[in-house]
């Protein structure tokens, strides 16, 4: 129920999101923002915009004191995104969402922010969702990582397992197609053939089946199931279908 999402949103779940140029709203100052935002905090609003500036200052806001009245479009994309941490970080959730929060930024300070998300997490202990295309942030950030192809998990597992033991067809290309692990000058970059399926129509079979390699008769009458590979590992593919462990 709506009731039921808003006792969750802004107290146990918190979300940072994809662009830091939207995510603020333009009109209104970081402080009252940053105050609103603690709704289910029973303080006086000074409580509030102190515990808001101290915020700032940990994600890195120079000046907190006097920037936090300032408007979005006062700031940098890197600042703004930080701002968006700081907010998502002040209610102190158990679980955060962030939305592919680096895309939007240089490489720089892509490398920032995934360092001042690490520090927060272990200061505060909250879990976190982190949502990338990035091969190289999930393997640096995340313990445990779901793949997913056309809005469904095909693989998952502990990060190690998964960046050198993968087991699903599309795992293995999406990981041969990361840039660094190139060791062989080239002028063309790896890619998987074929494109993405429509998601109208039948579900019937293996969702990666028009653009795997091992694709067989099977692939095309039967949606995988999980098996399991190893302790914490889980794939979908009839290829694996030999002995391992069903997951039900």
Request: proline letters at 6%; glycine letters at 6%.
């Amino acid at each position: 129920s709506s009731q039921a999402r808003r006792s969750l949103m802004g107290d146990r779940l918190s979300m940072i999101f994809q662009d830091p140029m939207t995510a603020l709203n333009p009109v209104r100052t970081i402080e009252s923002q940053m105050i609103d935002i603690q709704h289910h905090e029973q303080r006086s609003r000074s409580e509030k915009r102190a515990r808001a500036i101290d915020m700032l200052k940990r994600v890195g806001i120079p000046d907190p004191q006097s920037r936090i009245s300032g408007h979005p479009h006062q700031f940098s994309g890197g600042m703004r995104q930080r701002i968006c941490i700081a907010m998502a970080l002040l209610v102190k959730p158990v679980l955060l969402i962030a939305d592919e929060p680096t895309t939007a930024l240089d490489a720089t300070l892509e490398v920032q922010i995934i360092h001042l998300l690490k520090d927060l997490q272990r200061e505060i202990g909250c879990s976190i969702l982190f949502v990338s295309h990035h091969l190289g942030v999930v393997a640096e950030l995340c313990d445990h990582v779901a793949v997913m192809y056309a809005g469904e998990v095909v693989e998952q597992g502990a990060v190690r397992d998964i960046f050198h033991n993968p087991a699903h067809p599309y795992t293995r290309a999406l990981l041969e197609c990361d840039p660094g692990r190139i060791r062989q000058r080239t002028r063309n970059l790896p890619t998987i053939p074929g494109e993405v399926p429509s998601l109208f129509g039948s579900n019937k079979g293996c969702i990666f089946r028009p653009r795997c390699p091992h694709a067989f008769d099977r692939c095309v009458q039967e949606t995988p199931v999980e098996y399991r590979i190893g302790v914490d590992q889980l794939a979908r593919c009839h290829m694996l279908d030999r002995g391992r462990v069903l997951v039900a």
